[in-house]
Nanobody, 123 residues
């Protein structure tokens, strides 16, 4: 059974930082594409960042230069370092894993999802 467990969310003031973690089990992690998505109240789930099995990454435009995704294959874990947080970053953040080598900016490409972790940025 595949499990993705997120942690690291919380309440932070605007301009602050948080680091999210997502630990995977039950899947061949080194071959998986991994991503972070988020969903704010009343909005659709949106792509934030992804990292493929080779370590290549990309980002949604509004987080470029502020967020960094990384992976530690020895720990079956990905991270999302979030700096210079804004109130617009407030959302539930989800970790996802994909067996696909296709467009990992699209949610349907992901096979497995975590339960989410709340990030709240106060202004």
């Amino acid at each position: 059974q595949v499990q993705l467990i997120e942690s690291g969310g919380g309440l932070v003031q605007a301009g602050g930082s948080l680091r999210l973690s997502c630990t995977a089990s039950g899947l061949p992690f080194t071959g998986a594409g991994m991503g972070w998505f988020r969903q704010a109240p009343g909005r659709e789930r949106e792509f934030v960042a992804r990292i493929n099995r080779h370590g290549n990454s990309d980002y949604e435009n509004s987080v470029k230069g502020r967020f960094t995704i990384s992976r530690d294959n020895a720990k079956n874990t990905i991270y999302l370092q979030m700096n210079s947080l804004k109130s617009d970053d407030t959302a539930v953040y989800y970790c996802a894993a994909s067996n696909s080598i296709g467009d990992l900016q699209r949610a349907p490409k992901y096979n497995y999802w975590g339960q989410g972790t709340q990030v709240t940025v106060s202004s």
